[in-house]
């Protein structure tokens, strides 16, 4: 309830007699701050003036001080249900919160370890009917304290608890929204970032994360011919991710190679390494050296792709969203120079628990030989696979463009299938087509970009 008169507050003060400061002179004021200024007051400035809820229906104390400074967080009034506080701020927004939930994120040291920001407070010492016997402000401190009903003392800083809201999302990751895709999406048009700019400043950096979310698909350019940036690049982000292709990879046509894609062959459309169970979340490509005979890359929107299925064609959805395949992979690690065998199962297309398409999974190459259906549903699992493969390549749905040399493409590894045209090396070619690979995972992009928010705020 807001104090919405300064008359009002004058004859509440008058009968009551609720002024606990003698020297404090109330000055009207229009709606909506009633000012109180203390004048020649032996106490601090900062002293409230307390005003018991009596005539207001409220159970416990509120307090009505020096107005607040709109710029800077401030308590204008809290007041006690049942089972919540209410808190209205200086920008006239209001929270609630539970009593079980403020005593569950009590900060004081015996509850909240101040360098592993973690919980001490134990569930099984949790009341959940913990109630507060008195609760107040601290306006020298902009803090509510509360003693509560099992002798424990709490202090919540305002500014902590202005920035949640218990009723939608505190992340700032889910602000964010994906936005489909197909041939629209010219070269030009592609979000395209300066590898200095990413370096050097906070904003850039998250601005090309989000459009890693947003498009999954973004270019950076400037990183020239140094086969280490794209490492730095990664680095500005996180640690990359480790692969049995080591932490970074190169992308050159070799006479021996253990992957295709260290030929000149033409790759489809595809996403990498679907036999971990955890994919690699961004791919970064760093184009050092372009072949002018072939190579240009190629990329299609999954999820547009998908979602356009599930439309037209939902008997052939259901299939790619519903049976696993396999896919493996053999090798030697590039690290640790053992072998090994990757093999994971999973379907085309994976959907989240609200029915959501959440991944793409996606590479003819390297698909296992095993079903896991009978022989009487092999040929509709094929067919199903054909379809896709078909609609990948539409011409509403499939951009190719060379990258230039300096540019690196960047990509959602789950969403967005990548590609390239077949290239050739002439014989005595002293510059090969060379490409730089890195991964990068969304859980260290998300946290990140969550990381630079805060700061931004």
Known sequence: MLLQRSSYINILLRRCSLITCPEAVEIRRPWPWPRVIRRNCRRSTQCP???QRVGLGLRYSSTIAHPP??????IYQQHVDDDTIHLIYNDYTEARYPFVWLRDNCQCSECHDKTSLQRLLLLETLDIDVKPIKAEIDFSHQSIIVHWSDKHRSEYSVNWLKNIRLTSSMDPIDGLVSKYWGSEMTV????????????????????????????????????????????????????PRMT???NDFVVKSNPEPNNLAYTGYRLPLHTDLPFYQHEPGVQILHCIRKS???????????FKVAYDLQKEDPETFDTLSTVAISFIDQGLHEISKTDYALCDWKPIIRLNRKGQIQQINFNNHVRGIEMSVGTDNIKKIYRALKIFNSALYKEENLISFALQEGEAACFNNTRVLHGRSAFTVPPGCQTPRHLQGIYIDWDEIYSRMRGIADKLK
């Open 292 to 302: 002018e005979y072939g190579g240009k890359s190629e990329f299609a929107d999954g």
């Open 244 to 246: 049995c292709y080591g």
């Open 49 to 51: 003036t307390k005003l």
């Open 188 to 239: 030009d048009k592609i979000p395209t970032f300066s590898f200095h700019d990413i370096m050097s400043d906070e904003s850039s950096l998250y601005s090309w994360l989000a459009s890693l979310h947003t498009y999954g698909l973004s270019i950076v350019n400037d990183l020239g011919d140094d086969d280490k940036n794209i490492t730095r690049l990664a680095k500005r982000v996180t640690n």
């Open 69 to 74: 400074n709109n710029k800077a967080t401030a």
